[in-house]
T-cell receptor
Framework: AQSVTQLGSHVSVSEGALVLLRCNYSSSVPPYLFWYVQYPNQGLQLLLKYTTGATLVKGINGFEAEFKKSETSFHLTKPSAHMSDAAEYFC?????????????FGQGTELSVKP | EPEVTQTPSHQVTQMGQEVILRCVPI?????FYWYRQILGQKVEFLVSFYNNEISEKSEIFDDQFSVERPDGSNFTLKIRSTKLEDSAMYFC??????????????FGPGTRLLVL
């Protein structure tokens, strides 16, 4: 069975500071990993994904994540936070990508950005 | 850019009533999904649908739930007799099939269901 743990339900950073949102996964097969963002009153938007290949993945809005198999982690980072980054972020894992595999989500991390 | 749409955005119903939540997936996608998010909890998988049949379902998806693709564009989730604990945000998603390296699920904006 697969699972995702996001450390910290709420993270607060100052504008311009580094953003680090932690995600650890458990999977018995090579995982496919995703970060989604949810802005207030909106649906889930894909930030980035890791399927195969390069372990450092770049996404939209300046975010990136690194797949570390030895640490079973897929932490999300952004060098400099912007006020518009305030949202809820979800890490997810799947055992299949192009055959309709379900996504297993973490609890989510709410990011606040202080001026 | 193509997007997944859902109607209604909000629905209030009485316990025991039937509700149908509607979704229009992205037109060239072949896999369809429903997820739900109870307030304050994680997003949970309910069911996936491919080639006009359920391909996978979770323990949550019991006999009270059903899905249907009634025509070439809509994908619906029906809850036959709603319970208080069905109150949640319901998300529809869709993805392409059979394309190596792809399979990204695109989510709709959700339907917030409140059961009184």
């Amino acid at each position: 069975a697969q699972s995702v743990t996001q450390l910290g339900s709420h993270v607060s950073v100052s504008e311009g500071a580094l953003v680090l949102l932690r995600c650890n996964y458990s999977s018995s097969v090579p995982p496919y990993l995703f970060w989604y963002v949810q802005y207030p009153n909106q649906g889930l938007q894909l930030l980035l994904k890791y399927t195969t290949g390069a372990t450092l993945v770049k996404g939209i809005n300046g975010f990136e994540a690194e797949f570390k198999k030895s640490e079973t982690s897929f932490h999300l980072t952004k060098p400099s936070a912007h006020m518009s980054d305030a949202a809820e972020y979800f890490c997810a894992v799947s055992d299949r990508v192009n055959q309709g595999g379900k996504l297993i989500f973490g609890q989510g991390t709410e990011l606040s950005v202080k001026p | 850019e193509p997007e997944v749409t859902q109607t209604p955005s909000h629905q209030v119903t009485q316990m025991g009533q039937e509700v149908i939540l509607r979704c229009v997936p992205i037109s060239n996608h072949l896999y369809f999904y429903w997820y739900r998010q109870i307030l304050g909890q994680k997003v949970e998988f309910l069911v996936s649908f491919y080639n006009n049949e359920i391909s996978e379902k979770s323990e949550i998806f019991d006999d009270q739930f059903s899905v249907e693709r009634p025509d070439g564009s809509n994908f619906t989730l029906k809850i036959r007799s709603t319970k208080l604990e069905d109150s949640a945000m319901y998300f529809c998603a869709s993805s392409e099939a059979g394309k190596a390296g792809d399979g990204t699920q695109y989510f709709g904006p959700g339907t917030r269901l409140l059961v009184l």
